[in-house]
């Protein structure tokens, strides 16, 4: 009998504890079928996009809700909203949307029994941007009250993002990325002048020749990432056209620096290598003046010129 009384309790708390764990695995009750302009991942200010949503019945779904609302929502101008579905199976939440809402919430009615498919469709237009914008195309969730569950839970069923730029803003932002790029080159440039002067020292060369050439590229390089600060804060602005002024004008002034950079390592390499060529002919001729006396005496002792040493 005690062991009765124990059994009831232990299955009621292995309910209670297996319950939450298969509504976590099975809360997927729609599903994404298709998407008419999921590829659209770029566009320009003042263009009419259209998307159309199908949302299904997840087949593997074990488990439905009682409640559940779909959310759709967007970042486009103009937006307009059409819902379509079996008849009464769904309803606008709060009315039909007005053109311009950017949202849309929509009931579904008796999900559990009822729910098969549903249509939603966006016609928007993407708005002026001062600068590359990524912005929400279309995104839906859904909002479920599942058996069980103390609260709604929230699944998101789509996030499809798109960024709106314009030539004048796209050529800035690559104007910027180039003048980047140039500006860690000639920094790795600057390091590798450094370390064949300092090499060229080593060998005793004189390297007081390169610091006129050294400080233009230094001045040149703080010069340019001065630009590449000007462009970034007018690209911000939206000021497009400054933008790429100041980055063209960072690169050009790169573009030297890193030649000079080329020209101060080979003319420092080329006296380091004409340093050491000297000093192994020096020792070489050495070499050679020492063999040809020794050569020569032996000759003159020879013919008995010298007397034996």
């Known amino acids: 009998m005690g062991k009765q009384n124990l059994l009831v309790p232990t299955l009621i708390m292995g309910l ?6 298969a509504l976590a695995q099975e809360t997927n009750f729609i599903v994404v079928e298709s998407e008419s302009n999921k590829d659209v991942t770029t566009s320009t200010p003042g263009t009419r996009l259209i998307n159309e949503i199908k949302l299904i019945l997840n087949p593997e779904a074990t488990i439905k809700p009682l409640l559940a609302t779909v959310i759709a929502r967007t970042d486009l101008e103009q937006a307009e909203w059409t819902v379509t579905g079996p008849e009464g199976t769904w309803e606008y939440i709060g009315g039909e949307p007005e053109p311009g809402t950017p949202e849309v919430r929509i009931r579904l009615i008796q999900p559990t029994i009822k729910f098969k498919e549903l249509t939603i469709r966006l016609s928007g237009a993407t708005p002026e941007v001062a600068k590359q914008t990524e912005m929400t195309f279309v995104n839906v969730t859904t909002s479920c009250h599942y058996p069980g569950g103390e609260r709604p839970i929230k699944e998101l069923e789509l996030d499809h993002k798109i960024t709106v730029t314009t030539a004048a803003i796209g050529g800035a932002l690559q104007a910027i990325q180039t ?17 064949a002067l300092d090499e060229a020292k080593r060998e005793g060369v004189d390297t ?14 703080r010069t340019a990432e001065s630009n590449i600060g000007n462009a970034e804060r ?23 620096a890193i030649l000079t950079g080329h020209r101060v390592i080979r ?11 000297v000093e192994k002919i020096g020792i070489t001729g050495i070499i050679i003046v020492i063999v040809i006396i020794v050569a020569v005496a032996l000759f003159l002792k020879y013919r008995g010129y010298v007397e034996p040493w």
């Open 16 to 21: 209670l504890l297996v319950a939450p764990l």
């Open 179 to 195: 003048a980047k790029s140039k500006l860690s080159q000639a920094q790795r440039v600057r390091q590798d002048v450094q370390a």
């Open 234 to 256: 007018a690209y911000e602005e939206g000021n497009a056209e400054a933008a790429m002024a100041a980055a063209n004008n960072a690169s050009e002034l790169l573009d030297d």
């Open 208 to 221: 007081a020749r390169y610091e006129d050439a050294i400080r233009l590229m230094d001045s040149a390089i």
């Open 267 to 277: 003319g420092a390499e080329e006296a380091t290598a004409w340093d050491r060529l």
